[in-house]
């Protein structure tokens, strides 16, 4: 599989990111027989977080399946969890092509997609085909979003509308305040309008289902400023939140090595140079949080050194995107298995117990 890197590099960025993800849809069923050989199942990688039972911490990240289309395929390569999405209340076509550009110098990418996606109604639908259909034995997060035709005043209901039809399909709701390329989105993270979206989707989780709250996640930017960052977390344990998926692109492009045309394209990057960033966010979340939310790491992990990082500053779970594009869709099998290497060679018993080990690093 790692022979297709130089193929799919000589197509279009998205084209190449169409057949990665039609071609995993496609050889779902065909791969039953060889199910098991990817998965990495050890008793030290697995977790009881929010209810739900992760087999090892290493999951999609959102906006690969923004479709759902290949629910299956991700627990067969390896993958503990997976988030599909986003997925707005209306379908929506996103931003015109080009939109998605590669950067190879420095390991990374910019999109300004824009959410294109089957709206919440169809994906609901197809999410349900698909549980029904068996073969989906790891946790799936269903992230949401605001649609773009809903302003920003009518977004709690915009908002409500996706959890509403959504919900049922879903283990875990990530809410997504934090892609820049929905105009306005990001202010969102305000305390005030962040609050009114949150109560509003706890009031619609008790309105279905009152014994059985469903776990919800906030997503941030990586580019918030340290106290915006401190009120998420403050509201986010005040109102009872699982956790926090940290972090999203950043419209930052300082230390780029791509020609200008590239690294100056609008959008969100994302790959190795937000590396270090997202996980100095991680440190911050955890240290504020102590121990009450769950976080979800995520921002240029490319190996099991990178996720080993991101989980001993504070990240119970990690989220891949860009590392499947510069390591191939082997890579949450890699680092799975990496991660295994390096319980044994520090001597840890298991990942929880190194979660938040080194949040003065
Ligand atoms: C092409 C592309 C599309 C994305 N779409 C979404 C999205 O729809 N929703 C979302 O919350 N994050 C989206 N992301 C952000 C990723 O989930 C992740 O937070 C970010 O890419 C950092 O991780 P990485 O460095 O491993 O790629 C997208 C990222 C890329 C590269």
């Not at 998965?39 to 911490?57: A, H, S, T, W």
């Not at 044994?344 to 979660?355: D, L, Q």
Request: charged share 25%.
């Amino acid at each position: 599989m790692r022979l297709a890197r130089p193929l799919l590099f000589k197509l279009d960025p998205e084209r190449a990111h169409e057949l990665a993800l039609k071609s995993l849809s496609a050889t779902s069923a065909a791969l039953v027989p060889a199910a098991g050989w990817l998965k990495v199942r050890d008793v030290r990688l697995e977790q009881e977080l929010m209810g739900l039972r992760f087999p090892n911490p290493v999951g999609l990240g959102a906006g690969y399946d923004k479709y759902a289309v290949a629910v299956p395929g991700w627990a067969r390569l390896g993958f503990g969890f997976c988030e599909v999405g986003t997925v707005t209340a209306w379908p929506q076509d996103g931003n015109p092509k080009p939109r998605l550009f590669r950067l190879p110098e420095d390991e990374a990418l910019i999109n300004r997609m824009g959410f294109n996606n089957d709206g919440a109604q169809r994906t609901a639908a197809r999410l349900g085909r698909m549980r029904d259909g068996g073969g989906v034995d790891i946790p799936v997060g269903v992230n949401i979003g605001k649609s773009k035709v809903a302003d920003l005043e009518r977004a709690a209901s915009d908002y409500a509308e996706s959890f509403r039809l959504l919900r049922p399909h879903a283990d875990f709701v990530v809410v997504n305040v934090s892609s820049p390329n929905t105009p306005g989105l990001r202010r969102l993270q305000d305390r005030d309008r962040l609050a009114g979206i949150l109560k509003a989707l706890i009031d619609a989780d008790r309105a279905m289902a009152p014994e059985r709250p469903i776990p919800m996640l906030v997503k941030l930017a990586p580019d918030l400023g340290d106290d915006l960052v401190d009120d998420a977390v403050d509201l986010a344990l005040e109102l009872g939140l699982a956790g926090m998926v940290v972090a999203n692109t950043t419209t930052d492009r300082a230390g780029l090595r791509a020609p200008a045309e590239l690294a100056g394209q609008g959008g969100g990057l994302s790959g190795a140079p937000i590396r270090a960033r997202a996980t100095a966010l991680v440190r911050r979340v955890a240290k504020r949080a102590e121990g009450r939310l769950v976080i979800v790491g995520v921002g240029g992990i490319m190996d099991a050194d990178d996720a080993w990082e991101k989980i001993t500053a504070g990240a119970a779970l990690i989220e891949v995107w860009t590392a499947l594009v510069y390591r191939g869709p082997l890579v949450a099998h890699d680092i799975a298995a990496g991660l295994l290497d390096r319980l044994r060679a520090e001597g840890a018993r298991s990942i929880a117990e190194v979660v938040g080990s080194a949040t003065d690093g």
